[in-house]
Nanobody, 116 residues
């Protein structure tokens, strides 16, 4: 079973930055995609950013130009660099790992709080 280790959440003022990381305990050979979703109170979980095995990336429109997802070459660790954070970015951020068999594993989540 895949284990996901998330880190990097916290409290930051508007305009500040945070970097989230997520490490998956599986062989890089099994990597298909990893990404970050978020869920704010009273809202549905939404995709924030994802990176595919070929290196292509996807972003929610609301974070384009502010957030950057990246991956350690050949490893199952991804990072989400979040710049110019805004109060509306406040949410629990969840990492997920999708293996080559399209099985998805979710992390436990890390809280990001942006104060105005």
């Amino acid at each position: 079973q895949v284990q996901l280790m998330e880190s990097g959440g916290g409290l930051v003022q508007a305009g500040g930055s945070l970097r989230l990381s997520c490490a998956a305990s599986r062989s890089p050979f099994l990597f298909y995609a990893m990404g970050w979703h978020r869920q704010a109170p009273g809202k549905q979980r939404e995709l924030v950013a994802a990176i595919m095995s070929g290196g292509s990336t996807r972003y929610a429109d609301s974070v384009k130009g502010r957030f950057t997802i990246s991956r350690d070459n050949g490893e199952n660790t991804v990072y989400l660099q979040m710049n110019n954070l805004q109060p509306e970015d406040t949410a629990v951020y969840y990492c997920n790992f999708v293996d080559r068999y399209r099985t998805t594993t979710w992390g436990q989540g890390t809280q990001v709080t942006v104060s105005s």
